[in-house]
């Protein structure tokens, strides 16, 4: 990890001006960034923001890398999990099933305060998914999204995966999108529990840019359309 997670936080947090000449309900989120991060530690740090934040908490997105790591979610069945894998598994909190997080995927926490927003969380998903389409789309890659199993998809193939829970109106987790990585423990796991699904990453459908890059196009795609969700309001 690229030194104490906290200390990394607040050190993103600092370098980042604050909204100016907005209501707080309509605030544009922070962005932090955090780097390779273990996912221990970021997932201890998003419940711990969720569970300590109040009415006056700004929204914020993190923008981050996980060391190779399996994570299922609460509908996570045991057919689904790794039989025979040296990578750890992390049982957490989130929506859905397993995934995998390693170096090369840009993870986006979106850490949001829903009922401010006066958003559900269908709909946060929705924009969630609209943001990855919009960044592929910036690099004429088409991606659709599909009903009944969210994420992203390209041909069939998942590029990115989501997972939200919600506390008490403060939303965490967030998008894991495909960009340079080795895709090799997808196969030992059910993804999002679908036996066979075919993955993908933005490096094998034509794009060169980075995580970097592209983490940070997604996160200001998803800050526009939170925006405008807010001026619809």
């Not at 998903?125 to 599909?146: D, F, G």
Request: include cysteine; aromatic fraction near 6%.
């Amino acid at each position: 990890m690229h030194g104490e997670f906290r200390q990394s936080a607040i050190n993103a947090k600092a370098a980042l001006p604050p909204a100016l000449g907005r209501a707080p309900d309509a605030a544009l989120p922070r962005i932090v960034r955090l780097g390779l991060t273990e996912f221990d530690s970021a997932y201890a740090a998003m419940r711990r923001f969720t569970a300590s934040r109040d009415a006056s908490t700004p929204d914020e997105l993190w923008l981050l890398e996980h060391p190779p790591i399996y994570t299922a979610g609460v509908a996570c069945r045991p057919e689904h999990l790794p039989t025979h894998s040296r990578i750890p598994l992390a049982h957490i909190d989130r929506g859905g099933q397993i995934t995998y997080h390693g170096p090369g995927q840009v993870v986006l926490y979106t850490l949001l305060d829903l009922a401010r927003r006066q958003m559900k969380i269908r709909t946060l998903v929705r924009l969630i998914e609209e943001a990855v389409i919009a960044t592929l789309a910036r690099y004429r890659v088409s991606a659709q999204r599909r009903s009944g199993a969210p994420g992203v998809y390209v041909d069939g193939a998942k590029v990115a995966a989501l997972g939200l829970r919600v506390r008490k109106s403060g939303c965490y987790h967030g998008v894991a999108l495909n960009v340079d990585m080795d895709l090799a423990p997808f196969s030992a796991i059910d993804p999002c529990g679908y036996p066979g699904l075919a993955v993908t990453q933005t490096r094998d459908l034509g794009i060169a840019a980075s995580a970097e890059e592209l983490g940070e196009s997604l996160a200001a795609n998803l800050t526009q359309m939170l925006d405008a969700h807010g001026q619809e309001r």
